[in-house]
């Protein structure tokens, strides 16, 4: 889980170093556009930071069944300098290809 736990962290912490931009170049796929996480990002209106060392204590890792490989359902909050964890919370599938863990974001979502 550690390799999943350090891709999570990069992607989240490119939404503090660069918004949407820094987040596509860290993933496979994504769901939402640039324009939509800039978007999401901005409305919601907080200073987004990189995450604490603790992190990893707080993310939701669920192993999807049936995938043909290896695949997970990620659910990992982002953190602001307002308000710490925040219930924005970036929704991502990791899979394991050819050795490598991957990650697609499904979405930004308010939980």
Do not use: C, N
């Not at 503090?16 to 800039?38: E, T, W």
């Not at 192993?63 to 919370?89: I, K």
């Not at 290809?97 to 697609?104: M, T």
């Amino acid at each position: 889980m550690d390799e999943i736990d350090e891709l999570v962290a990069q992607v989240v912490d490119a939404v503090a170093d660069g918004g949407g931009g820094a987040v596509l170049g860290l993933v496979r796929r994504s769901r939402p556009s640039r324009a939509d996480i800039d978007h999401r990002l901005a409305d919601y209106g907080r200073t987004f930071v990189r995450t604490p060392a603790d992190y990893r204590d707080v993310i939701d890792v669920v192993a999807v069944d049936g995938a043909p490989v290896p695949t997970w359902s990620v659910r990992a909050p982002l953190w602001t300098a307002q308000e710490g964890r925040s219930d924005l919370t970036a929704v991502l599938t990791v899979s394991r290809v050819d050795g490598k863990y991957l990650a697609d974001l499904d979405d930004l979502l308010v939980l």
